[in-house]
């Protein structure tokens, strides 16, 4: 029995996970399942939810992060995307899941696709699969559009609803800021309120032409000039205070500002760490939480 107990008790697995923000956005028409063609421009960038998974004798899971971070806004049950991802994945085992997350709640950076991303790694791992990273893509895509992109990382290329990703080299340091809010926005509201503001949008959506060229570069002022978002218009307009936070952040020296995916967190380009620093202060004088940090960093990976 304790040899049983033992060869069970498999070592847990802790898997890092990055938030995203699109460097472009180009949503197009719903199509008719209920989904928008996007091509989009994602980096993976330095914030993070870490995601411990253990075989247990009964399913658990427990949520923590610092006290800015919404953690109360997670769900515990099976609606969970990490729990969602092991159900998908496991033949009969349960595990106890811990997640300590940094990344924004509802906040368009994919936290939830962090942790779905993360469990399924965590998953193979644990238990010793070596599944092939198309198998994993796949149990990805059918657990959310921003799934996929969160084992990947770095800067890719996202098409059709986001879930197909290509790898895109980006040899650049890119610092940011990140002012997330204290309530989040339902993503599904946001494309909702696209379709009517947008009734007119093209079928196809807008490519990242300009982005693409600017990031080549590597120069963080013609970056700041292509960076685009389609999500942007709806997010402010259901959260007006959005656009004066955008404003406050390019007068205390940002690049640019924008709205992150579907939102409401903002992201500003700054010209390196110490431009970073500097909008840090500035914005700190207005709001609670302003966070650098820097982009593209590496897809889920195991830390221990
Ligand atoms: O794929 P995911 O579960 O993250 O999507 C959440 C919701 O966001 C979808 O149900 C849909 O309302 C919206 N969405 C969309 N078009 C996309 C991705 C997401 O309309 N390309």
């Known amino acids: 029995m304790v040899e049983v107990r033992a060869q069970r008790a498999s070592k847990p697995v802790t898997v890092r996970a990055a938030a995203k923000i699109n460097l472009h956005l180009g949503v197009g028409r719903v199509r008719d399942d209920g989904f928008h063609p996007l091509d989009t421009v994602y980096q993976a960038i330095s914030l993070h939810d870490d995601v411990t998974v253990e075989v247990a004798d009964e399913d658990a899971l427990t949520v923590d992060g610092p006290s800015h971070v919404d953690v109360a806004g997670v769900p515990t049950d099976a609606s969970n995307i990490a729990v969602r991802a092991l159900a998908e994945v496991s033949c009969g085992s349960r595990h106890r899941v811990r997640i300590v997350k940094q990344v924004p709640v509802a906040g368009g950076m ?18 010793d699969l070596g599944q092939p990273d198309d198998v994993l893509l796949a149990q990805a895509a059918r657990l959310g559009s921003d799934v996929p992109f969160s084992l990947v990382g770095g800067t890719a290329r996202g098409r059709g609803r986001g879930e197909l990703v290509e790898p895109i080299d980006d040899a650049g340091s890119w610092w940011w800021v990140v002012v997330p809010a204290a309530v989040g926005l339902s993503t599904p509201e946001v494309y909702r309120h696209f379709d009517r503001l947008r009734p007119d949008a093209p079928e196809q959506p807008a490519e990242p032409l300009d982005l693409l060229a600017a990031l080549a570069g590597r120069e963080p002022v013609r ?7 389609d999500l942007e218009e709806p997010a402010i307009d259901l959260r007006p205070e959005l656009g004066t ?6 007068a205390a020296g940002a ?33 609670d939480v302003v966070l650098p940090a820097v982009g593209p960093v590496a897809g889920a990976h195991v830390l221990a």
Do not use: K, W
Not at 114 to 126: S, Y
Not at 245 to 250: D, T
């Open 110 to 127: 994919a936290g939830g696709s962090a942790d779905g991303a993360a469990a399924l790694l965590a998953h193979d791992r644990l238990h």
């Open 223 to 229: 970056l700041a000039r292509a960076l685009h978002n």
């Open 245 to 250: 936070l955008i404003e406050r952040g390019e």
């Open 255 to 287: 690049l640019r500002g924008l709205v992150s995916g579907s939102g409401p967190t903002c992201v500003f380009l700054c010209d390196g760490r110490d431009g970073a620093m500097e909008v840090v202060a500035g914005l700190s004088e207005h709001y």
